[in-house]
């Protein structure tokens, strides 16, 4: 089945620092531009950031910019993202997805492959 795995969430103070970790299982992530998405409860699904295929280009979200970096490591078939800074207003789950290409002013891409996610709680 393919899927991404998603890990390293947890409890962290505000100011504190994480790293998720969104592992491919059942396909190759090189073929891929790859979108970090958080959802909080009663809130809509937000794009956090996205790392493209081709030349590993990246984008954020403005409430993430300075604070989070996204990479990948195609031998490890693997993307993380570094969250430094974290704010009680970060809390959500977060989980990956697959894509072509990421998400901009044209067409929305269609998400070939999902994430279960990962939880993320930032509180004193």
């Known amino acids: 089945q393919e899927q991404f795995v998603e890990a390293g969430g947890g409890l962290v103070q505000p100011g504190g620092s994480l790293r998720l970790s969104c592992a491919a299982s059942g396909f190759t992530v090189d073929y891929y531009a790859v979108t970090w998405f958080r959802q909080a409860p009663g809130k809509e699904r937000e794009g956090v950031s996205c790392i493209t295929i081709t030349d590993s280009s990246t984008n954020y979200a403005d409430s993430v910019k300075g604070r989070f970096s996204i990479s990948r490591d195609n031998a490890k078939n693997t993307v993380y993202l570094q969250m430094n800074s974290l704010k009680p207003e970060d809390t959500a789950v977060y989980y990956c997805?697959?894509?072509?290409?990421?998400?901009?002013?044209?067409?929305?891409?269609?998400?070939?492959?999902w994430g279960q996610g990962t939880q993320v709680t930032v509180s004193s």
């Open positions: 997805a697959a894509s072509y290409y990421c998400s901009g002013p044209g067409p929305a891409p269609a998400y070939e492959y």
